[in-house]
């Protein structure tokens, strides 16, 4: 992998057979692509620590199970870890595989996080060589009331408050929205006003199935995509506000926030449990530029008919260029992206595997 220069932008894919690295200057007109890597792996999430320029990815194989593979020369070589992220033998759990990895903040160098199937917590202070679990979420007195999604019972958000090293919200389905402001010793969950339509109680305490859990640019205001809608918090996840009125269908997995501006975010809407696929056939990115108050289909470039495919929970990502370019992948193997927010869409590459995640990083200073 070649050495980034100022202003390039970096496009991390993971898909059902390896990893893919695009690279692109700051126009986002032409790109290169390396990969793939890890063949024969499923690379559930693919992404960079912005502290140091380390890449991490979560790798699995039907023989081999799972494991947390890092690069500190952008890709050439790869290292695994100290045995994994497994749980303790008295839990009587098994890790599954890994399903999102989060570089922790610049104030906490070294610590990275990963959440796993089933569902849990894990925090590695030496850069990801060597993981233990968050007890305090592991083990919560709620977990006998976890469910598993289709998915699994998976824990696949983690969003660290960036102006406070004791606080961190995590998204578990199915369980909901967790929060902790004790550096993780203990955890309630925050998830009032957010709907578990399946469930007796469509207003529990938890037990909802949360799609993507994402922070604004001001490191406040929250928001999700939810099994049962789309939802925004203004009190750090103590209520929630539905806000999914005007998007075609209440259902869905991605979402894409703005790097800068706390009102605008992205998602993509899905027919439903039983037929998740896109709406009429037609692959539609909606954007609200007012904290979801109102949305408004953007989909110029995108298949208006038969277009009959997912778009999955860690598949859409955001850069940080002056247009702030979205980027999203589907489950038939084609990368789109836009470079002015959506109002123009193009197809970056087809043809790649199923897509798992998405992640953009840029342009680069």
């Known amino acids: 992998m070649k050495?980034?220069?100022?202003?390039?932008?970096?496009?991390?894919?993971g898909t059902a057979k390896g990893g893919f690295i695009f690279r692109s200057d700051a126009r986002r007109q032409k790109w290169a692509i390396e990969g793939p890597l890890f063949k024969g792996s499923m690379n559930h999430h693919f992404t960079l620590d912005p502290r140091d320029g380390t890449l991490f990815a979560s790798t699995f194989t039907e023989w081999w199970g799972c494991?947390?593979?890092r690069s500190q020369n952008g890709g050439r070589t790869w290292k695994k870890t100290n045995g994994g992220a497994r749980y303790e033998a008295e839990s009587g759990l098994s890790v599954k595989c890994v399903w999102h990895i989060r570089?922790?903040?610049?104030?906490?160098?070294?610590?990275?996080?990963?959440?796993?199937?089933?569902?849990?917590?894990?925090?590695?202070?030496?850069?990801?060589?060597?993981?233990?679990?968050?007890?305090?979420l592991n083990r919560h007195e709620t977990r006998n009331r976890w469910t598993p999604g289709k998915g699994g019972m998976i824990l696949h958000s983690i969003a660290p408050d960036p102006h406070d090293v004791k606080r961190m919200h995590v998204a578990i389905s199915a369980a909901g929205v967790f929060y902790t402001q004790d550096g993780g010793t203990t955890w309630q969950p925050?998830?009032?006003?957010?709907?578990?339509d399946f469930m007796p109680d469509k207003l529990p305490e938890l037990g909802q199935c949360v799609h993507k859990l994402l922070r604004a640019a001001d490191g406040k205001r929250l928001y999700q995509q939810n099994h049962c809608g789309i939802y925004r918090s203004d009190s750090s996840g103590e209520s929630w506000t539905d806000i999914s009125k005007g998007v075609t269908s209440r259902f869905g997995f991605c979402m894409g926030v703005h790097p800068r501006d706390r009102d605008t975010a992205w998602v993509i809407p899905i027919t439903g449990p039983e037929f998740r696929a896109c709406p009429e056939g037609k692959l539609?990115?909606?954007?609200?530029?007012?904290?979801?108050?109102?949305?408004?289909?953007?989909?110029k470039g995108l298949p208006e008919r038969n277009a009959h495919l997912l778009v999955l929970r860690e598949a859409m990502s955001v850069d940080s260029g002056d247009g702030a370019g979205v980027y999203f992948g589907t489950s038939t193997g084609q990368l789109f992206h836009t470079r002015d927010q959506g109002s123009q869409w193009d197809l970056l590459q087809d043809f790649l595997p199923p897509i798992y995640s998405v992640e953009a990083f840029g342009p680069f200073d």
């Open 3 to 13: 050495t980034m220069r100022k202003g390039d932008v970096l496009l991390l894919v």
């Open 67 to 69: 494991d947390i593979q």
């Open 103 to 136: 570089p922790g903040r610049a104030s906490e160098p070294s610590v990275v996080y990963a959440g796993v199937d089933p569902a849990g917590l894990f925090r590695s202070d030496d850069g990801g060589v060597n993981w233990a679990e968050v007890k305090g």
């Open 190 to 196: 925050r998830n009032r006003g957010t709907r578990a």
């Open 284 to 299: 539609s990115v909606f954007r609200t530029r007012n904290a979801g108050r109102g949305w408004h289909r953007v989909a």
